[in-house]
Structures are given as C-alpha cells and as structure tokens.
C-alpha cells in the first residue's frame, strides 16, 4: 500500500482572506510530488489531538510557511510576516511525536528551521541584516537560482548527488545553528546553510529551498527518497 504522509496547514488567522473567519491553507505542489513518488498525502488542520493524528501516517512533510518572530527590535523597514503562534505550537507537537516515533521527516523552509529550532538550534531572522556577507536569497519565483555545496556521504547527497543543479530560493530568514544531532549537509556558496539532516539513522532532513516546486532530482530525488523511506515503515 502507499504510505501516507501527513502535512500541516498553514493559518491566515488575520483576515487576509476573509476577515470573519480563519483559514488554513496549503499549496498542492506538495501533495502532488508526494503522489508522483508513490505516496499520498494527507492534510493535517490545525487542532487539539496532534499526536493522535500522527499515529495514523507514515511520515511527515512539514511545508513552507511565514516568518519566525524575532527575539530583538529590528531596523525600521525590515518587515517580518509571523507565523501565528497557534500554528507553530501544532507544527512542533507534530514534530516532537513524529521524531519520537522515528518517522521520516522532509521538512521545507519553514519546516527546516522549526526542525533547527526543536533541536536547540539557531535562526538568522533576516539575512541582509544578521549576514550582510551573503548574496541574494529572494530570488525571482520563476527562474532565481543560486547553488549549493552538499556534503559527502549524507541523506541528501544520495538523494540529490553532490552536485546538484542550483536551487530557488524565496527566504529572507534561514538556520545559524543546526541544533544537537543535527548535520549541515548543505551550504549555499555565500557558507549559508541549505540542509540540515538528522545524524541517527532515519530519514530526517531540511532543506530551504522549494524541491516541490523544482524538476529533476531536487523533486524526484529528494521526494522519491522521503516517500520509500514512508514506505518501509508501512505495515506490510
């Protein structure tokens, strides 16, 4: 059978789309590479029994989403879009009691960098100003790409190869820190980090670049390989 593998929703609990009400939300390139690599995803809503709802898939894909609030005051005109804490509470539930059940995480963006953070790890909350060494990481949509450098002998390694081609890439925010027991298994040229993954055995890694919206290993690799690994954990 195909696995299933559970994603969270993003929340617009500020009215963006319809100011009575809270939506949640996801983009369907996530459910659609999922289902090109033999699995089929199922969507998580927000709500009081995570840990129930994590006893029922076989891995889990934590999306893109908004931004992480920062500690500090930032400089006037550096905007942040928070992620709502409600959200982030759900998303770090799923987490916790997935990787205690040892299922394969993909986490993307967002995703990375709530998995830095459950793991002690360390954000950069907006790049141009805590890195103003780096390059450029809003890239345009359509064709922005910068490379990578990723490292022998990891999980993304045998799913991208160690030179893959290079990446989009749409955040202003990234990982400073990759946590305890966790590895950087990527780095953008300018030496910001790309990938983290778990060094105990299981599938677990971050990337922050979109694979689900990419061709070629980037998507077929990475989420081909997310989705076998869902796959062994399924009851035969």
Request: aromatic share 10%.
């Given at each position: 059978m195909r696995p299933f593998i559970g994603i969270p929703l993003g929340l617009d609990d500020r009215g963006r789309w319809n100011p009575a009400r809270d939506y949640q939300y996801i983009d369907s390139a996530y459910a659609r590479a999922v289902a090109d690599c033999g699995g089929d995803a199922v969507a998580l809503p927000i709500q009081e029994r995570a840990e129930a709802l994590v006893e029922r898939i076989d891995g889990l894909l934590i999306p893109g989403g908004d931004d992480f609030a920062p500690p500090r005051?930032?400089?006037?005109?550096?905007?942040?879009?928070?992620?709502?804490?409600?959200?982030?509470?759900?998303?770090?539930r799923l987490l916790a009691h997935a990787l205690g059940r040892n299922l394969p995480v993909l986490a993307i963006c967002y995703g990375m960098q709530l998995l830095a953070l459950h793991f002690g790890g360390a954000l950069v909350y907006d790049i141009p100003t805590d890195r103003p060494d780096a390059g450029p990481h809003r890239l345009p949509e359509r064709d922005g790409r910068h490379g990578v450098r990723v490292e022998t002998g990891t999980r993304l390694a045998a799913a991208v190869g160690?030179?893959?081609?290079?990446?989009?890439?749409?955040?202003?925010?990234?990982?400073?820190?990759?946590?305890?027991?966790?590895r950087v298994s990527a780095r953008a040229k300018d030496g910001l980090i790309e990938a983290i993954e778990r060094e105990a055995a299981g599938f677990c890694v971050g990337v922050q670049w979109h694979p689900e919206r990419m061709r070629g290993r980037h998507r077929e690799g990475?989420?081909?390989?997310?989705?076998?690994?869902?796959?062994?954990?399924?009851p035969a």
């Open positions: 005051a930032y400089p006037q005109g550096v905007v942040f879009d928070p992620a709502p804490e409600r959200q982030i509470e759900f998303d770090r160690e030179t893959p081609e290079p990446v989009n890439s749409r955040h202003h925010q990234a990982v400073a820190e990759p946590g305890g027991s966790m990475l989420f081909g390989a997310f989705v076998a690994a869902c796959a062994e954990r399924r």
